[in-house]
């Protein structure tokens, strides 16, 4: 059982990245740079390989490498892997304003779970979801 107000520990995790391995990763960072993520950091100098992205409390990691299986990804259906929700407060209005080349979007609509969500498929053919809480208040 999971208490309900842990003591603090100091060595517990306190932050958070994903990391997703991309074909090309001057693409990928075009993609989430259109989601509203900045360049944090990236190596090697020159012709990066790697780049750390930020969004407010969010950091994702790009890693280009030959072995990312794109193409494997982007035949698989839909919540057939990791899905990366990103929490707004107009997600589909957010959506339609972006030029996201290389990629499926889809509005879904109002979910039976009070979420409206926005499906994308990024470049690479990771599942991105923009939502949107139709509830916040939890009426």
């Given at each position: 059982?999971?208490?309900?107000?842990?003591?603090?520990?100091?060595?517990?995790?306190?932050?958070?990245?994903?990391?997703?391995?991309?074909?090309?990763?001057?693409?990928?960072?075009?993609?989430?740079?259109?989601?509203?993520?900045?360049?944090?950091?990236?190596?090697?100098?020159?012709?990066?390989r790697?780049?750390?992205?930020?969004?407010?409390?969010?950091?994702?990691?790009?890693?280009?490498?030959?072995?990312?299986?794109?193409?494997?990804?982007?035949?698989?259906?839909?919540?057939?892997?990791?899905?990366?929700?990103?929490y707004?407060?107009?997600?589909?209005?957010?959506?339609?304003?972006?030029?996201?080349?290389?990629?499926?979007?889809?509005?879904?609509?109002?979910?039976?779970?009070?979420?409206?969500?926005?499906?994308?498929?990024?470049?690479?053919?990771?599942?991105?979801?923009?939502?949107t809480?139709?509830?916040?208040?939890?009426?």
């Amino acid at each position: 059982m999971i208490p309900n107000d842990p003591a603090p520990n100091d060595s517990a995790p306190n932050d958070a990245a994903l990391l997703l391995n991309v074909e090309d990763l001057t693409r990928s960072q075009a993609f989430y740079a259109e989601l509203g993520f900045e360049l944090i950091r990236s190596w090697p100098e020159g012709e990066a390989r790697w780049c750390s992205m930020r969004c407010g409390s969010i950091t994702i990691m790009l890693n280009e490498t030959k072995r990312s299986r794109s193409s494997e990804r982007r035949a698989r259906g839909d919540y057939s892997d990791a899905v990366l929700y990103l929490y707004m407060d107009d997600a589909a209005s957010f959506a339609a304003g972006r030029e996201l080349p290389d990629c499926k979007v889809r509005h879904v609509g109002p979910q039976d779970y009070g979420l409206d969500e926005v499906w994308i498929r990024d470049p690479d053919g990771y599942h991105v979801v923009l939502a949107t809480d139709l509830n916040p208040d939890g009426a």
